[in-house]
DNA sequence: GTATAATTTAGATAGTTGTCTAAATATCTA
DNA sequence: TAGATATTTAGACAACTATCTAAATTATAC
């Protein structure tokens, strides 16, 4: 994943909060969009930026798609920010 | 500054281009221009942002405006972004 | 003070993004 | 299989962003 696909996926307080939410648990869409004043398909949008960027993953169980943290990913991402910002 | 402001600063790659450019040496406008294949007005614009993010700093010397990293930032941004992270 | 040089500001435009409603898809249950 | 539930996809639209050209601003040099 490039930084700039990552960066531009972090550079939304929605996305950001998601983020945060799913740190607490994994969570169904349904679930996700009661934090939110948005409408399911506006939410749904935001977890496809997160999953094109690979901070979440996501899994169906029955109805319902649950995601969750890609917390595989994360180290990769702060060795990135930290490699760029020591360019600096 | 908002970590909302900066991430939205840092998820352009000619912004973080001119930042990287910028570690090496002061410049002015006119000679960063000469990295960039755009005009001077559109990377006027780009230096407006980071100047707004409080990323870089800017003198005037003469006719020319010199840029500069405001390396003073760096580390409360590096702090906040290691928060939020944390947060993850 | 007039011309030149460096940069920004203003205004226009095309592309991207976030949001919505409506429709489609996938799964479960009776 | 029909109906209900959960979610996504499609399509439209407004807001935002990056870019350009032309004009304005600021400073120097003659």
Redesign the interface.
């Known amino acids: 994943m490039t930084?700039?696909i990552t960066?531009?996926a972090?550079?939304d307080?929605t996305r950001?909060k998601i983020?945060?939410i799913l740190?607490k648990k994994d969570l169904a869409a349904g679930e996700l969009g009661k934090n939110f004043d948005m409408t399911l398909p506006s939410l749904s949008h935001h977890l496809n930026v997160l999953k094109q960027a690979d901070l979440v993953t996501s899994r169906r169980r029955g109805q319902e798609i649950i995601y969750s943290?890609n917390?595989s990913v994360?180290e990769e991402?702060?060795e990135k920010?930290i490699k760029?910002?020591k360019?600096?």
């Open positions: 930084l700039n960066l531009q972090l550079s307080p950001r983020l945060e740190k943290l917390l994360f991402i702060a920010l760029f910002f360019k600096l």
